[in-house]
């Protein structure tokens, strides 16, 4: 048993979210140092958009009769289901990318979400403690000028939270290109805050996720 933890940063070298994602990650090393920690790097290790065809259409094909492609595409999904289902806790870390979803982490929903126990009417993620660890490059908060342009943290709450049921924290960190992109240099000292709300927020969810598996959260 142990944390399970997903990555879909395209750019893992100066990722905001992985740096989050850590802080939260060591809060539940700290408590659990046997626990271990189980990683699945969707950048390093995408999953195709065929996969999740596959594993829909196989899954309407009997046993005997599913392609090679269709048997491994289910088997693929057995292995992500199995990830969520055999972990204690659960880590998303999951960026704004074109003000929509991560397509690495569509995809990577899709095809997990075709497991018997994990659809909904499966109930084997009800319950288990998660957080969602989520960055932005811009600032879409009620009153900017885009509110309501970030149509990835709704759907991603949506479905962790409403459709597979985990008892979600969601830390969010807006304002990550801030520093990055000079027409956004005005924001330096809101973007400061921000970073800093959303690494104690972060350390916050890792003390809460540790302790709902009965440990001893770290200092
Ligand atoms: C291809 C691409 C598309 C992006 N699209 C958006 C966007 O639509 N809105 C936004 O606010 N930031 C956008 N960003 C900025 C990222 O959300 C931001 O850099 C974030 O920190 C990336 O996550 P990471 O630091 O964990 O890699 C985009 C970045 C990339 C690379």
Redesign the pocket.
């Known amino acids: 048993m142990s944390l399970f933890r997903l990555d879909a ?4 070298a ?6 989050l994602a850590d802080l939260v990650e060591e809060q539940w090393t700290a408590a659990h140092p046997d626990a271990g920690v189980v990683r699945r790097d969707l950048a390093a290790d995408p999953i195709s958009a065929t996969t999740w065809q596959n594993t829909v259409t196989g899954g309407f094909t009997p046993q005997g009769d599913r392609t090679p492609a269709q048997n491994e595409a289910i088997a693929l999904r057995t292995a992500l289901a199995d990830e969520l289902v055999n972990a204690e806790a659960l880590l998303f ?1 999951v ?6 979803v991560s397509q690495h982490f569509k995809t990577w929903f899709d095809v997990a979400h075709t497991d018997p126990r994990i659809d909904p009417q499966g109930t084997a993620l009800r319950g288990k403690p998660a957080t969602l660890v989520t ?6 908060s009620p009153g900017s000028p885009k509110d309501g ?2 149509h990835s943290t709704p759907w991603l709450r949506r479905v962790l939270e409403d459709v597979w049921g985990l008892d979600l924290r969601v830390v969010q960190r ?1 304002f ?2 801030v520093g ?1 992109n000079p027409a956004l240099d005005a924001f330096s000292d809101v973007a400061a805050e921000l970073k800093a709300e959303a690494e104690t927020g972060a350390r916050r969810s890792g003390r809460e996720l540790a302790e709902a598996r009965g440990g001893r959260p770290a200092a």
Do not use: E, F, H, Q
């Open positions: 940063s395209i750019l893992p100066t990722s905001a979210s992985r740096a870390a960026p704004l990318y074109n003000y929509g960055v932005l490059g811009g600032n879409y342009w970030d807006p990550t290109l990055v």
